[in-house]
């Protein structure tokens, strides 16, 4: 475990914090890299500009969704307080938007949304959490009905996000609300007042798309105000564990002891602004990682002690938690050369430039910030390097994702439909920007359906070179967005693969063999 900074400071090292705060607002030291040059990506115009009103939280939403069962994905992005939601669909060389007649946007403020087939009846249905409550849309052949989740929110509270777990394994989709304190009641680095942290929702399916709140008998009710939690399955058993992160609070890991409870896991987490959330193989060992992002160097760490004891403590830095199984973890953020890095939001792995090798993708800039309505930070995209004895990730400018809005989450989703996986930085109060993946390295990308009955799944790729990253379906990562359901391998130069491994949570295990590269898979 590294060494964390105290949050108390003398007068002098307040002074000279402020001063190196403003003068290191990229919170991002040069790097040196030997990796080949990329190939950029291509961006792609889009008919949609979020905006924010004063008065709610300054978030959207996003989810990747085929509403019509073509193939071809859609994505969902939320409107702002009085503002219309979106559905952009790529046609004609940009993302136009389709959402006139399909039934799914409200003016209320919306958060995050979830694509799954909640009714198991072939079609991508939506959940969207907004300003005045959570909503369920019912997919009928690309039109929408909506229906109300009743949620017994806490007072003065708004949902932010839904993750979606069978966590009985009883063939259906249960639902957990991460929740968070209204904007009009928010105070800033509030560490301390148990009124104002607002505990998350677990509503188990009844089977029939009603639901009943266990959360209190489940164990899994949170301790501070949650930006989003994923299901995901730490210790390879099956069944899908969950992580919650929090704002001013410690990072919350729940082992789900089969038996519709979770029991608390031991973190090293220190308190911070936890807020994103990426989820994967990083180190190619089978299991997942947890790459959690926080206020960076942006502000000088005395201005968010807010009401915190002397006997605590509070961090700025991102953190990035190798699973080392039995739920054991390991905070490896400084052996992969990400310190020293600025505010973020959003995060997500994905193989960028199709090498083999997970990268990583950031979304930065905070709108209530001063300085960064003004300086804005660039967001990072990092490609992973082999080039040492250990694994490192190196921001790399040249792939042409530079962001200087105000980013949320990058929203990663195959827009074209030629099996590379292409990159949406969904931000806040502008507008939506995508970009086409152009790289020419080698891969396979695996299509399953976006059901309750494949979250969960991994798949692992073997080649005549050993395993790749093992990747799974997993809802909800990012920044309230819900990303592609495909799962992709980049290759690079390699012409052939070996099989694929593909495990179920039910415990079924299936290989297949001689696999197609540069094209989709389709597994039923």
Not at 37 to 60: C, L, N, R, Y
Not at 339 to 356: C, M, Q, S
Not at 373 to 399: C, D, I, M, W
């Amino acid at each position: 475990m590294r060494q964390r900074r105290l949050s108390n400071t003398c007068p002098i090292m307040i002074t000279l914090s402020l001063v190196m705060g403003l003068f290191v607002l990229s919170g991002c030291a040069a790097r040196s890299a030997t990796l080949p040059p990329p190939t950029p990506f291509t961006p792609v115009p889009v008919d949609f500009i979020h905006s924010w009103t004063k008065g709610t939280h300054p978030f959207t939403g996003a989810a990747v969704i085929d509403i019509d069962s073509d193939g071809t994905f859609e994505v969902f992005v939320g409107g702002g307080e009085g503002q219309q939601d979106a559905l952009l669909s790529y046609r004609g060389g940009r993302l136009v938007n389709i959402e006139d007649g399909t039934g799914l946007s409200r003016t209320s403020a919306t958060y995050g949304s979830t694509a799954i087939d909640l009714d198991a009846d072939g079609d991508t249905d939506l959940i969207v959490a907004r300003e005045n409550g959570v909503y369920l849309y019912l997919n009928d052949k690309g039109r929408f009905h909506e229906r109300l989740i009743p949620v017994d929110l806490p007072t003065d509270s708004v949902p932010f996000s839904v993750a979606v777990s069978d966590i009985d394994h009883d063939g259906d989709g249960d639902l957990y609300v991460s929740v968070f304190v209204n904007a009009k009641t928010f105070r800033s680095a509030t560490f301390n007042d148990p009124t104002h942290a607002k505990p998350n929702r677990l509503l188990l399916n009844n089977g029939d798309l009603t639901f009943t709140d266990i959360t209190e008998s489940s164990g899994t009710a949170s301790k501070q105000n949650t930006f989003l939690s994923v299901f995901v399955d730490l210790d390879s058993d099956g069944w899908q564990d969950l992580v919650v992160s929090q704002n001013t609070g410690a990072v919350e890991i729940f082992h789900n002891m089969k038996d519709r409870t979770f029991q608390p896991v031991p973190t090293t987490s220190d308190l911070g602004f936890w807020m994103g959330l990426a989820v994967g193989d990083i180190d190619k060992d089978g299991d997942q990682d947890l790459f959690f992002t926080n206020v960076g160097t942006s502000i000088p760490l005395f201005l968010t002690s807010g009401d915190l004891r002397n006997d605590q403590r509070h961090t700025h830095d991102w953190m990035l938690l190798r699973n080392d199984g039995n739920f054991r973890f390991t905070d490896v953020t400084d052996a992969y050369g990400l310190t020293g890095e600025g505010f973020a939001w959003g995060a997500v792995f994905e193989d960028l430039n199709l090498d083999g090798q997970l990268d990583l993708c950031v979304a930065q800039n905070y709108i209530k910030w001063p300085i960064h309505k003004f300086v804005k930070l660039s967001g990072r995209t990092y490609l992973q390097s082999n080039e040492t004895s250990t694994p490192v990730l190196h921001h790399v400018p040249a792939l042409g994702l530079e962001n200087r809005y105000f980013g949320q989450s990058p929203v990663i989703v195959d827009l074209n439909g030629d099996g590379r996986q292409d990159l949406v930085w969904l931000n806040i109060d502008g507008p939506v920007r995508a970009f086409l993946n152009t790289s020419h390295g080698n891969y396979i990308t695996m299509v399953l359906p976006d059901t309750v009955a494949n979250l969960g799944t991994r798949i692992t790729i073997e080649t005549d070179r050993g395993k790749s990253y093992t990747r799974a379906v997993i809802g909800t990562v990012g920044m309230l967005t819900d990303q592609t359901p495909e799962l992709s391998f980049g290759l690079g130069p390699q012409e052939q693969v070996l099989r694929a491994i593909i495990q179920r949570p039910n415990g079924t295990t299936e290989t297949m063999s001689t696999l197609p590269i540069n094209r989709k898979t389709v597994i039923n």
